[in-house]
């Protein structure tokens, strides 16, 4: 393990950190040999944290990633992120991932935003995406 991470009193701390800290590499190598709880794990802190590249790392390993990370998904849209930051950041490509998946919740949390914008530009990429 790294020396940042030896430390770790756990796997899932050390993959928090790595999440955390957006080291890929050493999520990468720690996913090689997690359990499915903690490849769940790693895809709901990479929402939670709004990182695409951890999500990607763990959303590669898992056979059938669907459920896992519409799970992931909205507890970053319970926390108010996955939509909004992808926004602000105007990161079109997260965007894309969560509507080529789940175009429907997408809308749905949209829907809820505060923003009109937001459910403005989901539903575009949605249309987009979708006909």
């Known amino acids: 393990m790294n020396r940042i991470y030896e ?9 928090k950190d790595a999440v955390v800290a ?4 050493q999520l990468e ?7 499915s709880l903690e490849i769940d794990l790693a895809l709901k802190l990479g929402a939670v944290h709004n990182n ?3 999500m990607e790392a763990a959303y590669s390993i ?7 990370v519409l799970d992931a998904f909205d507890i970053a849209a319970e926390h108010d992120n996955a939509l909004m930051i992808a926004y602000e950041n ?3 490509e997260m965007l894309e991932i969560m509507v080529s998946q789940f175009p ?9 935003s505060e923003y009109g914008a937001i459910t403005a530009w989901a539903s575009e990429t949605i249309a987009y995406y979708t006909d």
């Open 62 to 68: 898992v056979e059938d990633p669907t459920e896992v």
């Open 29 to 35: 190598k720690l996913l090689t040999t997690a359990s």
């Open 90 to 92: 105007q990161n079109q």
């Open 22 to 25: 957006d080291d890929i590499d």
């Open 52 to 54: 695409l590249d951890a």
């Open 104 to 112: 429907d919740q997408v809308l749905e949390w949209a829907n809820q």
């Open 7 to 15: 430390f770790a009193a756990t796997r899932e701390e050390a993959i």
